[in-house]
């Protein structure tokens, strides 16, 4: 059974950082492109940040600076560190996993997997 569980969410005031942990299970992590989306109240979910199962990372305009993605393979975890929040970021942050149709011993991945969704709130 695959899992996301997006945690570290939380009410926080402009200027404010937060880390959020996205935790896997039930894939081989290491072959997925993880990505951190996020939906706020009346429009469409966006790409926050990306991080390859190699090459560069990718971030929306609107975070770069302030944002970072990282992954760690041996705990089949992808983070989102977000520093100087504001609050035009309170959103619902969710976490995405996208094998892009690897092979991988002998399976082509292709399957596209979703966490529940951790609220962001950013507010004085």
């Known amino acids: 059974q695959v899992q996301l569980v997006e945690s570290g969410g939380g009410l926080v005031q402009p200027g404010g950082s937060l880390r959020l942990t996205c935790a896997t299970s039930?894939?081989?992590?290491?072959?997925?492109?993880m990505s951190w989306y996020r939906q706020a109240p009346g429009k469409q979910r966006e790409l926050v940040a990306f991080?390859?199962?190699?090459?560069?990372?990718k971030y929306a305009d609107a975070v770069k600076g302030r944002f970072t993605i990282s992954r760690d393979n041996a705990k089949n975890a992808v983070y989102l560190q977000m520093n100087s929040l504001k609050p035009e970021d309170t959103a619902v942050y969710y976490c995405?996993?996208?094998?892009?149709?690897?092979?991988?011993?002998?399976?082509?991945?292709?399957?596209?997997?979703w966490g529940q969704g951790t609220q962001v709130t950013v507010s004085a």
């Open positions: 995405h996993a996208d094998p892009a149709g690897i092979y991988y011993n002998g399976i082509i991945y292709s399957e596209k997997y």
């Open positions: 991080v390859p199962r190699a090459g560069s990372l």
């Open positions: 039930g894939i081989p992590f290491s072959i997925y492109g």
